[in-house]
């Protein structure tokens, strides 16, 4: 009483199915390639004989789901009766019945065959599951995820396109304290906007290029040794406390309109 088969696949396009009868070709649900599968674009059947349109490159499972819409066949007062007729009526109920009434696989509950049907997998009457990757956005209009929906530390930073996050996203609350940023990330230009009235108190100790003040500001010390090429500034004056060393293949310039005063 079968009503389900997998064809193991044979590299070609013609498929027979051995362990179960149909009445029609519409009657029959066609899996390959892990997708549905459509009549006559698909795939074309002949007595019972399945043609794909292209070889399939994975098992095929047929599934009979007979039609009942519609009587197979209608009888009328005083016309001959076929046993032809009479026996795919017949077989039009019994093979629906079939398909309801067999058992699943631990014996309980709602009559219906286990295993895979197309994309739900039935292991007993109170053990359905939705098979991977079966749901897609396509699937979601117009619903929306909410937050309660979301496990908590669930949305990893895998699951975050690049760009993804603009700084409209993350509104005007504060941003957590432990945040890191490499220096490929200090980029571009700082809007006026982003800076408070007054600044707070730098540290100066790492930066480069700009004169140390020592003894509460009383004192300016400057290297002793000019290690790159250097150009005084258009109309500018430079002032060094000597003596001054300029290393071997470094010039420095000085134009016609500039002074560089060594003390």
Not at 53 to 68: L, Q
Not at 104 to 130: F, H, M, R
Not at 194 to 205: C, E, K, M, N, V
Request: some cysteine; charged content about 15%.
């Amino acid at each position: 009483m079968a009503t389900k088969q997998t064809i193991t696949n044979n590299g070609g396009v013609n498929y027979t199915i051995t362990d179960f009868d149909f009445l029609a070709p519409g009657d029959l649900r066609v899996k390959a390639n892990n997708a549905s599968q459509t009549l006559n674009s698909d795939y074309t059947v002949s007595g019972k004989v399945i043609t794909f349109s292209n070889a399939p490159t994975t098992d095929v499972e047929v599934n009979r789901i007979t039609f009942v819409g519609n009587p197979i066949a209608a009888f009328q007062v005083g016309s001959s009766i076929r046993a032809q007729d009479l026996n795919n009526a017949t077989n039009q109920v019994r093979f629906a019945v079939e398909e309801l009434q067999t058992v699943g696989a631990n014996g309980l509950g709602l009559p219906l065959t286990a295993g895979d049907k197309g994309e739900i997998t039935v292991t007993a009457a109170s053990n359905w599951s939705i098979d991977n990757s079966v749901i897609t956005t396509a699937k979601l209009v117009d619903l929306n995820v909410t937050t309660d929906k979301i496990a908590n530390l669930n949305v990893t930073t895998t699951k975050i396109a690049n760009d993804a996050v603009t700084m409209d996203k993350l509104g005007a609350g504060a941003l957590p304290s432990d945040i890191t940023l490499g220096a490929s990330q200090l980029t571009g230009t700082i809007p006026d906007a982003r800076f408070p009235a007054a600044l707070p108190a730098i540290d100066g100790s790492n930066l480069t290029g700009i004169a140390v003040v020592k003894a509460n500001g009383c004192s300016y010390e400057n290297n002793q040794t000019i290690t790159s090429n250097y150009t005084v500034g258009s109309n500018k004056n430079a002032l060094s406390a000597g003596p001054i060393t300029i290393a071997n293949g470094i010039v420095v310039t000085i134009g016609s309109t500039e002074t560089y005063t060594i003390v």
